[in-house]
């Protein structure tokens, strides 16, 4: 990728610059420009005037409320009245064949504030310049709104300090609130955003297609409606999923990493030891009283049935018992048989084949008024006699079973109530344990540790309740789907609507996978391209592993034996993996965009700053890097080594301190 | 004559089927993992004594060709349980007939669960302990006093 380039920026009665301009080295084989500047001078405001000129903002200014207004004093104080004075900063890119002039402006009236001169803000324009090289003439400008797109698109603010970098605040890289905002623009940067965008769109269309459907048949309607609901529903329960888990697994580490502190220290690796057994304690307990309730509950709709069933098992076993008894089951003759025979009136006995004769009708129907029950009767009784006398006699054990389930809980919950008392009391003892030792502090590790599993429950009860939700939304989109299908199939008219519909959402299902896996790649692509150059910026090679980069965007490094160690990076190592980042970023953004780094070897350690500077001066062959030093950091060791290929400027405050010397006007 | 599909469903009213998923996505009572047959005679059970007509749409619930050997006296029982007479009995001894009764029962047992759960406010652990004890009463006046 050529490298976007700052070729100029140019001063217009801004703070102590006043007005001038600086041009930048673009044109060598090194892009690579160095200022040196005491502390006070204006490094910092440099920074500022850049990221006001791009956003209206100086997001290097701790207390804006508090900062001395934008006009040059020494202007302000020479000036009457009533005058107007503008203040300007204009910012020369070069991206290839393009000039990009960005352009903010703001007028500021003076005024008498007791003895001094003051000013107040006036109206501001913003402006972006667009020329081709090759087509003078042309320049497109846009103003407002749409410059600030312009700038969205090379140097998206979300994101502002992976451009222009303090190297004295390396802190902020790491922080949980910054790790969003890195998502979010890794999101824009890889054009996800216009698939977010596409797919918005398509579900509106759907919307607009079901409410059609549903025009003539509110019913429909309604059904659709409910859909949507839940649809938004389960987007939400799959993001409560996600940052669930990422929090899980951030709680986790953090933990391991508490406990691996706490076990290496001998005065209280008893108690460590006492409370990892009561934890695995309460942990199987906590399994034991899942199964107990579980038991339960089978306990109580078995005996729910039995008890209330009851009195019908015990009558049609009365029942059963009458007929056995009585000699009626099983019946020694066929009734149906013997019916037949009276009913066709048979000429002689199927078995013996002797003539029937009156007497023997009568016999028979004497014997059918014996029998009671039919065959098929018999069958069906002498099939559940044993089940119903199991089940009478197993209704009977309720009161011995029950005990069993008391006792079985008392049981279990003693022994929870006796493990948690003894866990409580560790705790205790470790909150307020005093050691000794400077390198631990065991007190503020065990509230670290209290908080940590807070979190880690919080999470879980977040991950239980998402994946609840996905359930029960799920089901409920599939029945909806169901009865919509059903209403529909009978109106041949509702077709082509239908099948649009379909089609919509076959579309949606594909945009979103789509934009899952862009967002996989991109992250895979930065977590890469982090590691290799953190790997080629640190000189220690059998200590660094791995790094990862989830989800989140939060960034972890892991020695060679997979162990945590992002908290333990020294002050270089830390400003090697921001590096690191940033140029991971910039290439994923698909942009070549420069940097400009306040303080570059600020926190370098000393023997460590050549080795730093020259991995600077390598990067600086493909991308353009404007550092701002002071003369300690600018040591002779690393001036040696950027002599060559940098242009060097040095900045210094006029006698009367008002402006800065060493700008070209 | 082989049993036509629809011969073969049991069916339950629609209106208890969204409070049935609640009971299954809280996992009260065990209901997580009962199957439909299971759900269905516990509320056969809890309305015996009240069955009532479903006027209003039906869902099929679970299937005849589901019930076991196993099951067959408590299903059966439901019915031969108010046999008085020898024709009765013959009658009775059939069931299909006792699956219709039953679903009839089901019908008030399922709304005397759902008054049950909605007394308890949806605490599931709250509910369960008040069907324990109602099974305490049931058992005295079921089989020790015999009534």
Redesign the interface.
Known sequence: MSPILIDRIEFENYRQYGTGHINFGVDGKHKLDVLIAQNGTGKTTLLNAITWCLYQKEHQIADTKSALPLPNKAVVNKAKVGTVITVSVKLRILDGDLIIDFTRSQEFKVIKQGKQQTVIDGPARFTAAITDKNDFKNTVVKNEQDADIVVKQYFDEAIFNFYFFDGEKLKEFFADERSQVVRNSVFNISQVTLLENATNHLSSMRYAHSRKLGKNAPDIQKLYDEQEEERALLKQARQSLSDGKIAQKRAEEELEIINKALSGYEPIRHYQNERAELEATVRMLKEELAQFRSDRADFIRRYTILLNLYPRLQHTLALIDQKESSGELPPAIDKDQVKKLIDNHAKTCPLCDGALDAAAFVHLQELLDKLSVSSHTSNYLKEIKSTLEREIEEAKQYKQKKEKLTQRERDLTAREEKAKGRLKEINSILSNFDSESKQIDVSKLENKRTTWQNKLKSAMKTIGAAESTITTAKKRIEDLDAEIETFTKKIDAYNETKQIISVLESMIEGFDTIKENIMSGMRSEIESTTWAIFDSMIWKKNTFGSIDINDAYEITVYSKDGTRMTGSLSATEQMALAYAYTLAIHRASGKNCPLVIDSPLGRVSDDNRENMAKVLKEISKDKQIIMLFTPDEYSSAVKHIYKDVATVRELKLSSDESVVEGVDR | MAKTEAGDIIYINEKYRSFI?ELK?NDV??FKL?DNK?SF??A???G?NQPTECKKKRFGWTRKSYIK??D???W???L????TT?EE??QY???DKSIELCEQCAETGFEILKQQYDKAEGDAELF?RR??K???L??TQ??EN??
């Open positions: 998923d996505t009572l065990g009962l299971e005679i516990l056969v059970a809890l015996v050997s196993a067959k006296a408590m059966a029982s439901v031969l349980g108010t046999a020898d009995i013959n001894a059939d069931l369960e069907m324990m109602a099974l305490d049931l058992y079921m089989v015999d009534i």
